[in-house]
């Protein structure tokens, strides 16, 4: 039977959704979580399910602080770093007891550890990695060469990315779109449901401008409320945004799947507009949910197909009023039903891209009777 073990922090959204679809989808395979991070099952915010089979390395969660934060986040690298050793003992122990096993890193953390243990690893690295903090550090640029360079296989989830990862590593990658789960949304969309909402749904740091929209709602002639969800923040940057908040503001933060897509069912408008971004997956379930987003451009919009385009207003952070023109345009385009077409299903179901990732990546036989997972 063939083994897949994802190396992965059991806290990522998308990394445990590439398990749990995997995990369907590959119904012949073993499908393991390898992680030096975990909750308890019993803990409402967790991404491990009653079933799944997650292997310790040396498990770092009780050293880490509870409360996000810079200090939080420095720390938590800190702690990262001296126990890495550990954590490559682990992982070469993991490739012994499970020879031929795929492992298939996702983050670039995590991408490290399996190039320092050298086992032979497929890599998945998230879009900061390669197209921010690179650049930000020399010491950083030379490891993410190295890694990415001895990968058996690359993924990225943009051509943005796939074309830094070539110039990083000088290897081509595969591209797998970043998808979302379909049916979950669907299960949740009713015609009935009367759309009040805007949402900011993006992390709650710098890069991510959420300041902007506080600013830009001050010239509104009357201030609407603003719901905040996030899975991630930064303590200080929160607090100066909780500073601007007006009466019936919502700091919703972090909320499960179907939280999310029950608030994103009544929304009209939902808000991404962050400086730099690679395939945003919150971005794609607000439409699929049927809002209308504001986003500041960048180069994945391009690629987008029609029917998901039209439900983009790429917004000029200079103009003062750019979120109350939004505002009075989503009104409008939200009153139109979401239909997605052919391709964007083809493109975005998390579960037809894992079925490429495990025919084309894994070479998995898949099963007839996972066909069903596939939207019709």
Not at 159 to 164: D, H
Request: some cysteine; glycine content about 4%.
């Amino acid at each position: 039977m063939k083994c897949i073990i994802f190396v992965c922090d059991s806290r990522d959204y998308h990394a445990m959704d590439w398990f749990h679809v995997v995990k369907d989808i590959c119904v012949d395979c073993e499908v393991k979580v390898a992680t030096d991070v975990t909750s308890d099952k019993n803990e409402a915010d967790t991404l491990i399910k009653v079933g799944d089979e997650i292997i310790q390395l040396f498990n770092i969660s009780g050293l880490l602080f509870k409360r996000q934060s810079r200090f939080a986040d420095i720390w938590r690298n800190i702690i990262k770093l001296l126990t890495t050793p550990l954590q490559i003992s682990g992982l070469r122990r993991l490739s012994r007891t499970n020879e031929g096993a795929i492992f298939h890193a996702h983050s670039m953390y995590y991408i490290f550890l399996c190039w320092l243990a050298k086992v032979k690893f497929i890599a998945t690295p998230m879009g900061s990695d390669v197209l921010v903090r690179p650049d930000e550090s020399a010491f950083y640029k030379y490891l993410t060469k190295k890694s990415l360079a001895a990968a058996d296989q690359i993924t990225g989830d943009s051509v943005k990315m796939q074309e830094k990862i070539l110039e990083l590593s000088n290897r081509s990658s595969l591209f797998i779109q970043n998808g979302i789960d379909v049916r979950g949304i669907n299960s949740y969309l009713n015609d009935d449901t009367e759309r009040k909402a805007i949402v900011s749904i993006r992390g709650f740091y710098p890069n991510y401008q959420i300041d902007q929209i506080i600013s830009s709602r001050k010239h509104l002639k009357n201030i609407v409320k603003i719901k905040f969800i996030y899975p991630f923040y930064e303590a200080g940057y929160r607090e100066s945004i909780r500073q601007g908040f007006e009466s019936g503001d919502e700091d919703l933060g972090r909320l499960t799947k179907d939280e999310l897509y029950k608030l994103l069912s009544s929304t009209f408008l939902a808000i991404s507009i962050p400086e730099s971004d690679s395939s945003p997956r919150s971005v794609y379930e607000a439409i699929f949910s049927g809002c209308c987003i504001a986003i500041s451009f960048s180069p994945w919009v391009e690629s987008l197909p029609a029917c998901m385009y039209n439900r983009l207003l790429v917004v000029d952070l200079t103009n003062q009023n750019w979120l109350g023109d939004a505002i009075e345009k989503a009104r409008e385009i939200s009153k139109v039903k979401y239909v997605p077409s052919q391709s964007a299903l083809d493109l975005y179901d998390e579960v037809a891209s894992m079925k490429i990732v495990c025919r084309d990546v894994y070479k998995v036989d898949i099963p007839v009777q996972t066909e069903h997972l596939i939207p019709i």
